[in-house]
């Protein structure tokens, strides 16, 4: 079992930058797929972006696609997104989720085990 603590959200204009950052309870990191996810109000959760255990492929939808950039640290047990030129499109609750079973890396939030409890980006335009 992993536990997960978003942090780094806030408030931001459009055309800046924000790192949110995962911790990650535990030793085993490194065996977990890991993905952002986000909320906006109203809306269903959508996939943000994705990373598999070694942090060598990453995946990302087309909406953020060339603006952020997911990694992680397995020695630090933490996974980021790293969002530029932020739109007020973006603003949502952001999450991380983790997952160790599936074939394959997931981008649906059905597949993924674990949640954080979300942090709040807030883009003004």
């Known amino acids: 079992q992993v536990q997960l603590v978003e942090s780094g959200g806030g408030l931001v204009q459009a055309g800046g930058s924000l790192r949110l950052s995962c911790a990650a309870s535990?030793?085993?990191?490194?065996?977990?797929?890991m993905a952002w996810f986000r909320q906006a109000p109203g809306k269903e959760r959508e996939f943000v972006a994705a990373i598999n255990r070694s942090g060598d492929n990453t995946w990302y939808a087309d909406s953020v696609k060339g603006r952020f950039t997911i990694s992680r640290d397995n020695a630090k047990n933490t996974v980021y997104l790293q969002m530029n030129s932020l739109k007020p499109e973006d603003t949502a609750v952001y999450y991380c989720a983790a997952e160790s079973h599936r074939i394959g890396v997931p981008r649906t939030d059905t597949e993924y085990d674990y949640w954080g409890q979300g942090t709040q980006v807030t883009v003004s335009s």
């Open positions: 535990g030793r085993t990191f490194s065996r977990y797929d």
